[in-house]
């Protein structure tokens, strides 16, 4: 795999204007990208703090916490986000829901004030899927609340993703 794009996300809004990335899709890959950053942390090749790893996801602690508990539920397969999902990945998706908040649970978090939800493309600042996990929610910034706002057309809860998978035909 040589052609990977990694969609740079600095600044949610300047990117409204450019919302060019619709064929995300076609980048669609069961196989680890080179050059993501995620693949490498999978893979050993660039740290992180891992908090629980099995065959399937790893999760581990996001760079840049929008509060005291911040982290990233990831599958091991580089599925690019949410829109590469099919419906037979929903039992994927129910089991880094339920590992991510069972990790929440095992250090202290209140799973009553926590926000779950993947960005959408172009917002998505590593191309690898990633299920955002944030805790607690009434501790966060007015531009955190902002970046991580559920279900605003650059961030998707938990829920309005399962119920779209389920409507899928695919
Ligand atoms: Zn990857
Ligand atoms: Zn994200």
């Known amino acids: ?18 919302n060019s990335f ?3 899709k076609t980048f669609r890959s069961i196989t680890k990208m080179s050059n993501c950053i995620f693949c ?24 840049k916490p929008a509060s ?6 990831v599958p091991k397969e580089h599925i690019p986000n949410v829109n590469s999902l099919s419906k037979n990945q929903i039992p994927l998706i129910n089991d880094l829901i339920a590992k991510s908040k069972q990790v929440l649970a095992d250090k202290g978090g209140n799973l009553d004030d926590t926000r779950l939800g993947f960005h959408l493309p172009p917002f998505n600042s590593v191309s690898h899927l990633h299920l955002h996990i944030i ?36």
């Open 22 to 24: 619709r064929g995300a």
């Open 40 to 63: 490498k942390i999978i893979s050993g090749d660039a740290p992180a703090e891992i908090f629980h790893q099995d065959d399937k996801m790893i999760i581990f602690k996001d760079i």
């Open 135 to 170: 805790s607690p929610v009434s501790e966060m910034s007015f531009i955190s609340s902002f970046v991580f706002k559920p279900n605003s057309w650059w961030f998707t809860s938990v829920d309005q993703i399962l119920e779209k998978l389920e409507k899928s035909k695919l």
């Open 1 to 18: 795999m040589t052609a990977v794009i990694t969609i740079v996300n600095k600044s949610p809004v300047s990117r409204i204007f450019t």
């Open 68 to 73: 005291k508990h911040h982290f990233l539920a």
